[in-house]
C-alpha cells in the first residue's frame, strides 16, 4: 500500500509576525524621515547667499588654441648650494589662444597642470576676461580645457550600457540617481550651510534618498523592505560610529584650504558635523549594495530549498555575506587609494614612522572615515540576512514520492 513522508518545518507564523514588524518599523521610519527633512529643510531666509565667482564686469569666453611652447622643467632646489639661479626656456609654459573679441592672437603662460595636460592646436578652452583691466586693454587667464563633449559622451554611453545590460531596472535605479542629487543639492547642502545639525541632515537625506532609491530600482516588496530595513539600520550604526571617532580623535573637518575657505563665506557651519555627514553619505553605495545582495541571496535559498529552516537560512546567507564583505572592503579602501593616489605617493617620499601620519588632519578623517564605513558595512551584512531570514517565506512540507507497503 502506497504512503507518503510530510515533513513540516519550523512553525510559519514566525515569518508573519517578522513581515508585520518589518512593515510597521519602515512606515514609522518614513514617517520620521519626512518629518525630520520637512523641520530641517532651510527656509529661503536661512540659506547661505551666493558669493560672486568674479568681479563684477568680467566674464567667460570660448577661445581656441592655436600654439602650444614648450613645458616648463621642474626645478629641485638642493639646500646644500645657496643662492643660485634658474633660467627658464623662452616660451615654456606659453599657449597662444584665439580670442574671438581680439584681432590679433593672445599669448598665456598657464598653470603647470594645464601646459602638461596634452594641450593641442584647436582644442578649446575657457578664458576669463577683465575688460578694460590695464591701459593696454582686458586682461586675460585660464579657467581651464573644455570638457563637455567627451564628458556629455561617456555619460551617453553610461546610460546605454546601463539600459543594455540592466534594463528597465538600470533605467530606474539612473532616475533614482538623480532624485538623490536632487536631494543632496536642494536639502542637505542647503540645511548643512544654514547651520544645521550635520548628524540630523545627513540621516535625514540619506533615508530620504534609500526609501526612493530602493523601492524604485527594485520595486515594492518583502525582499525589498528587508533590504531597506538592513540598510537603515547600517546607516544608523555607520552613523554613530562616525560621530563616536571623529570626537574620540578630535577632528575639526576643516582638512584643506577648500574648509578655510568655506569657512569665510558659510559661518554657522559645524564642521565636525559636515564631516559626520561625509562619513554617512560616503557610505550610503556600498551599504545598498549589500543589503539588496544579502537579501537576494537569501530569498533563492529559499526557491531552492523550500524546506530549510530559518536557521539555516541565515548560516547559508553569512556564509555568502562572508565573500561579499571581503570584497565590499577592498572596494571602500581601493576607492580612497584611487582618489588619493598623487598624497600616497607624496607620503611614502618622507620618511616618516606610519603611525605619525595620523596626526595629520587629511589623513586622520580619511581613515576614521574609511573604519567607520567598513565597521558599519561588515555589520550589516549579519542584520540584512537576519531580517531576510526572518521575513522570508517559511519552510514548505517536503512530501516524499509514494512507497509501496
Not at 546605454?160 to 543639492?185: D, K, N, P, S
Not at 580623535?249 to 582638512?255: D, E, M, N, P, Q
Not at 555627514?277 to 529559499?302: C, F, K
Not at 565590499?328 to 607620503?347: E, K, N, P
Amino acid at each position: 500500500m502506497g504512503h507518503s513522508h510530510v515533513q513540516h518545518g519550523p512553525d510559519p507564523e514566525v515569518g508573519q509576525l517578522a513581515r508585520t514588524l518589518l512593515i510597521g518599523g519602515l512606515l514609522l521610519a518614513g514617517v520620521a524621515t519626512v518629518i525630520s527633512v520637512w523641520m530641517l529643510w532651510p527656509a529661503a531666509e536661512d540659506r547661505v547667499d551666493t558669493v560672486p565667482y568674479a568681479v563684477e564686469g568680467s566674464h567667460t569666453l570660448s577661445a581656441e588654441v592655436l600654439t602650444v611652447g614648450s613645458v616648463c622643467p621642474v626645478i629641485v632646489v638642493d639646500p646644500a648650494v645657496p643662492g643660485g639661479s634658474f633660467d627658464f626656456p623662452d616660451g615654456c609654459n606659453e599657449v597662444t589662444f584665439s580670442v574671438p573679441e581680439e584681432a590679433a592672437p593672445v599669448t598665456l603662460q598657464v598653470p603647470p597642470y594645464l601646459a602638461r595636460a596634452g594641450l593641442r592646436a584647436g582644442d578649446k578652452v575657457q578664458l576669463f576676461v577683465i575688460p578694460d583691466a590695464t591701459p593696454e586693454g582686458a586682461l586675460y587667464g585660464v579657467v581651464g580645457i573644455e570638457r563637455s563633449t567627451p564628458i556629455a559622451l561617456l555619460a551617453v554611453i553610461f546610460v546605454i550600457v546601463t539600459g543594455l545590460v540592466a534594463r528597465l531596472r538600470g533605467l530606474l535605479a539612473l532616475v533614482g540617481l538623480v532624485f538623490a542629487g536632487f536631494v543632496l543639492a536642494e536639502f542637505m547642502l542647503p540645511a548643512l550651510l544654514a547651520g544645521q545639525t550635520g548628524f540630523g541632515v545627513a540621516l535625514a537625506g540619506s533615508s530620504l534618498i534609500m526609501i526612493v532609491v530602493l523601492y524604485l530600482a527594485h520595486g515594492v516588496s518583502i525582499r525589498t523592505s528587508a533590504a531597506l530595513a538592513g540598510t537603515l539600520i547600517s546607516v544608523l550604526i555607520t552613523a554613530m560610529i562616525g560621530l563616536w571617532g571623529i570626537r574620540s580623535a578630535r577632528l575639526s573637518g576643516i582638512s584643506d584650504d577648500t574648509g578655510e575657505l568655506l569657512m569665510l563665506h558659510a559661518s554657522d557651519i559645524s564642521y565636525s558635523g559636515l564631516l559626520a555627514s561625509a562619513v554617512i553619505i560616503a557610505g550610503l553605495g556600498v551599504l545598498n549594495d549589500v543589503t539588496i545582495t544579502q537579501t537576494s541571496a537569501v530569498w533563492e535559498l529559499r526557491a531552492a530549498a523550500p524546506q530549510m529552516s530559518r536557521a539555516r537560512l541565515f548560516s547559508s546567507g553569512m556564509r555568502i555575506g562572508r565573500d561579499h564583505i571581503a570584497s565590499s572592503i577592498y572596494t571602500i579602501v581601493f576607492a580612497y587609494a584611487g582618489t588619493a593616489l598623487a598624497l600616497l605617493m607624496l607620503i611614502s617620499i618622507y620618511d616618516r614612522p606610519l603611525l605619525g601620519l595620523f596626526v595629520d588632519e587629511p589623513i586622520g578623517e580619511e581613515v576614521v572615515r574609511t573604519l567607520a564605513s567598513a565597521i558599519g558595512l561588515v555589520l550589516a551584512v549579519p542584520v540584512t540576512t537576519a531580517i531576510a531570514a526572518l521575513t522570508v517565506a517559511g519552510p514548505r512540507a517536503v512530501i516524499s514520492p509514494a512507497l509501496d507497503g
